[in-house]
């Protein structure tokens, strides 16, 4: 079982970014993923999350109207899309997929419920 994250690269305010992050070893259909991201000196942080069928998503306040997750089953890819990207979103960015499921949405928020991680892709937003 394996995450591929990729797409990280640096680029001026403002800008835009889409992450992918493709599974291998086993079907995307069944999981909800996450994206995470961690910035030097601080923790890991919840950024986004999308449910199984992909009809439901969340985001993080700092982030709401500015990304967009989705995924593609059929190609085994969650994505992220970043638009009017800013300096603080620079950070190591984690795709994640949680083998349990929760009727809360609060349960998608914390690392300690995703089982399955990638290696990160580096996301650095020059002002």
């Known amino acids: 079982v394996q995450l591929q994250a990729s797409g990280g690269d640096l680029v001026q305010a403002g800008g835009s970014l889409r992450l992918s992050c493709v599974g291998s070893g086993f079907t995307l259909d069944y999981h909800a993923f996450g994206w995470f991201r961690q910035a030097p000196g601080k923790e890991r942080e919840w950024v986004s999350c999308?449910?199984?069928?992909?009809?439901?998503?969340h985001y993080q306040d700092s982030v709401k109207g500015r990304f967009t997750i989705s995924r593609d089953n059929a190609k085994n890819t969650v994505y992220l899309q970043m638009n009017s990207l800013k300096p603080e979103d620079t950070a190591v960015y984690f795709c994640?997929?949680?083998?349990?499921?929760?009727?809360?949405?609060?349960?998608?928020?914390?690392?300690?419920?995703?089982?399955?991680w990638g290696q990160g892709t580096q996301v650095t937003v020059s002002s």
């Open positions: 994640a997929a949680a083998l349990r499921t929760s009727d809360s949405r609060a349960y998608y928020y914390s690392t300690s419920s995703y089982d399955y």
């Open positions: 999308i449910n199984m069928n992909g009809d439901e998503t």
